[in-house]
């Protein structure tokens, strides 16, 4: 049996150190040890359990999720470096420190070939077991920051930097964001698609006191109704398990975005775990305890969709403690320059280009523009015409046609350059930077080549027009 002294040291790795989210197994043969381990590790963890042999062990190992094993290597029956290789085997990936009385090179050697991420000699400290119990949850934790970093980068899609703006509109989402981050509250966040839901989630959550703790989103409506539950819960016990999304998030906020897209079953579901604040991993008979800030998302308003039978009444109003807003972009167009000069801003030097200048004649139309795509729409806009090194004014042009009836007059704008001007003289720019390829010119702008060449022959233009690669080829 190991130490159990009272060692003066361990009280700088005291209480301080608690993770009360925490999940630890201990096994180990020796009651003695087991009690020392557990009353060492009991007011620092959320939940501690033990084990006398890994037959007891893989119980438990298939009805619970653990952060942290540790593992006696000597065990009546089966050995802890066997119980560990079938853990690896079934994709358990959990932390495994490893501890034995007799050890040697080829034994260490072995335990790390294993998947061991830590080895204690018997007799050892309290500060040896607290040092290891530390050391083993961090690297937990980092193995699921750097998950949820690559899973958001991996389904990054541009932010809608909806909260730039000096607007009344904006700084009022921007006071009533600071208001509510510093509760746990669940949020609902409404408004239309593109004005900056996700990123409003984003500054609650770093607003809040839970700011260092993982920020998870989710699209409801991109994820298949039948691979929602194991995508939020995890996967429970045999060679699939896994953890959900909840579990990454411990602590920190898992945003559901489009949560109006979630089954109706699925919804029971959720309402539970909010009002429980525990989970169940599909397939598994055990729950598991979450502290996790929830906000969700919609751009339906869910009162709508309550009394047409497609959303749960009782989670609509679990989910609506706190509701928030976005404005449309067209209710705060005075922060149109604010959102152009930080797109170009922050793009120009992520796709590796100079940014250009926006005449105040072109501001003004694009100020005039209703953006039923709103702030997302902008950004689109900003980043194509810096592929184009100028303000793609025909684009716009194309979604006035659309969206506007014919009857109603352009929209007006002061000065002397209207709208055919700033087409043509973005058409005639594009034209020269392709060296007069026609062809080329039509696909970046968007238009056929016979429309572009009607165009340059309503105005007259004269001057080199250069065959396209399948021309000359010809």
Request: hydrophobic residues 45%.
């Amino acid at each position: 049996m190991g130490r159990t002294d009272a060692d003066p040291a361990a009280s700088t790795l005291d209480l301080a150190d608690r993770w009360p989210h925490a999940s630890v197994l201990v096994v180990d043969d020796e009651p003695g040890m087991r009690h020392f381990l557990e009353k060492t590790l009991v007011p620092r963890a959320g939940q501690v359990f033990a084990a006398g042999s890994a037959e007891e062990a893989a119980v438990l190992l298939a009805r619970h999720r653990f952060d942290l094993v540790i593992l006696d290597i000597a065990l009546p029956g089966r050995s802890g470096l066997d119980l560990l290789r079938d853990m690896r085997a079934q994709g358990n990936l959990c932390e495994v420190v490893l501890i034995t009385a007799f050890a040697d090179l080829d034994t260490a050697i072995e335990a790390l070939r294993a998947g061991a991420s830590d080895f204690l000699l018997k007799p050892f400290r309290v500060t040896q077991v607290l040092g290891a119990f530390k050391q083993g949850l961090e690297r937990a934790r980092l193995k699921r920051e750097n998950w949820v970093l690559r899973r958001a980068l991996s389904q990054r899609t541009p932010a809608a930097d909806g909260l730039v703006g000096r607007s009344l509109a904006i700084r009022g989402l921007q006071a009533a964001l600071q208001r509510v981050a510093v509760v746990d509250s669940t949020v609902l966040l409404t408004g239309e698609s593109g004005t900056g839901k996700e990123l409003a989630a984003m500054a609650l959550h770093a607003l809040g006191p839970h700011a260092q703790a993982p920020f998870v989103p989710v699209n409801c409506a991109t994820v298949s109704p039948g691979a929602i539950e194991a995508e939020l819960f995890g996967v429970g016990g045999g060679q699939a398990q896994r953890d959900g999304l909840f579990v990454y998030a411990q602590g920190g906020t898992l945003f559901l975005d489009e949560i109006g897209e979630l089954p109706l079953p699925m919804q029971a579901t959720l309402l539970r775990a909010l009002e429980t604040r525990r989970i169940r991993p599909v397939g598994s008979e055990q729950e598991i305890p979450v502290d996790v800030r929830i906000v969700a998302a919609s751009n339906r308003p869910l009162r709508d969709e309550v009394d047409a039978g497609r959303f749960r009444k009782d989670l609509y109003y679990r989910l609506q403690v706190v509701e928030i807003t976005l404005p449309p972009l067209r209710a705060h167009k005075e922060d149109i320059p604010d959102l152009v000069a930080h797109f170009l801003a922050t793009l120009a030097p992520q796709m590796g280009v100079e940014p250009f200048e926006v005449s105040d004649d072109e501001m003004r139309f694009v100020q005039a523009y209703d953006w039923p795509g709103n702030v997302r729409e902008l950004r689109n806009l900003i980043e194509r015409s810096l592929i184009l090194g100028a303000l793609n004014v025909s684009a716009l042009y194309q979604g006035l046609a659309r969206t506007q009836p014919r009857a109603q007059p352009r929209p007006a704008l002061d000065g002397p350059t209207d709208l055919q001007t700033l087409e043509k003289r973005h058409i005639l720019a594009v034209l020269d930077s392709v060296g007069g390829d026609k062809t080329r010119a039509a696909q970046l702008l968007g238009v056929s080549r016979r429309t572009l060449e009607r165009r340059v022959a309503e105005w007259g233009q004269d001057g080199p027009v250069a065959a396209s690669p399948d021309e000359r080829d010809a």
